[in-house]
């Protein structure tokens, strides 16, 4: 099993050029998160989504919007990237229940100039 | 919102030494888990312990969680090399929020030879 990927690893934009963060998971499971981390920070949720269908803000949404395509798959879209969205993103996901650690992958590091 | 606050923000030990990272969060929690984060990867789980449960092991780590302190504390034991890394709290959001996780800011363990 890979578990949780993410694709691509590295980004460079111009502000203003979109782009969209691919995740995909092979955990069959049911919930899936995108949060960023930012230099001395802990990861603060973006969007989330409980179950196939369904998609929530987080704590920090603006400037972002997500799809959940199907149970493994589910991006992240930045339409007029900005200085402020220079981040490192994180896709997780978990079953979906209290007993359940979530899963991490590698992360995208996104440089907006 | 970033639920948990970690203590200390580093810690520099040497190697067969124990180290000793604390918690605390604000709000009532189902249950709390830490994760690792090697530089430039993605986190990894690392234990949970739920709301009524006080202390927990796993290999050389050991959790203790003080509900009526709002804290829980992370011991590693015979610390190595391999254990730098830094460390994070998480509590989850509840059901409302996907059982998303709220991370503190981490604690950055330094494991000298």
């Known amino acids: 099993n890979a578990g949780v990927t993410q694709t691509p690893k590295f980004q460079v934009l111009k502000t203003g050029q979109s782009m969209t963060l691919q995740c995909a998971q092979d955990?069959?499971?049911?919930?899936m998160y995108w949060y960023r981390q930012d230099p001395g920070m802990g990861l603060r949720l973006i969007y989330y989504?409980?179950?196939?269908?369904?998609?929530d803000k987080g704590e920090v949404p603006n400037g972002y919007n997500v799809s959940r395509l199907n149970k493994r798959e589910f991006s992240l879209r930045l339409e007029s990237a900005a200085p402020s969205q220079t981040s490192v993103y994180f896709c997780a996901s978990t079953m979906g229940n209290l007993k359940g650690a979530q899963y991490f992958g590698p992360g995208t590091r996104l440089l907006v100039l | 919102s970033q639920q948990g606050e970690e203590d200390p923000q580093a810690l520099s030990i040497q190697e067969g030494e124990n180290a000793t990272m604390n918690c605390s969060y604000k709000t009532s929690i189902n249950n709390l888990q830490w994760y690792r984060q090697n530089s430039g990867r993605g986190l990894v789980h690392l234990i949970l312990?739920?709301?009524?449960?006080r202390e927990k092991h796993s290999g050389r780590l050991r959790v203790t969680l003080d509900t009526s302190k709002k804290s829980s504390s992370l011991l590693i034991t015979a610390s190595r090399a391999a254990d730098t890394a830094s460390y994070f709290c998480?509590?989850?959001?509840?059901?409302?929020?996907?059982?998303?996780?709220?991370f503190g800011k981490g604690t950055s363990l330094l494991v000298t030879p």
């Open positions: 955990m069959n499971h049911n919930s």
């Open positions: 312990i739920r709301s009524n449960e």
């Open positions: 989504s409980a179950s196939e269908g369904t998609t």
């Open positions: 998480a509590t989850d959001a509840g059901s409302n929020s996907g059982y998303a996780l709220n």
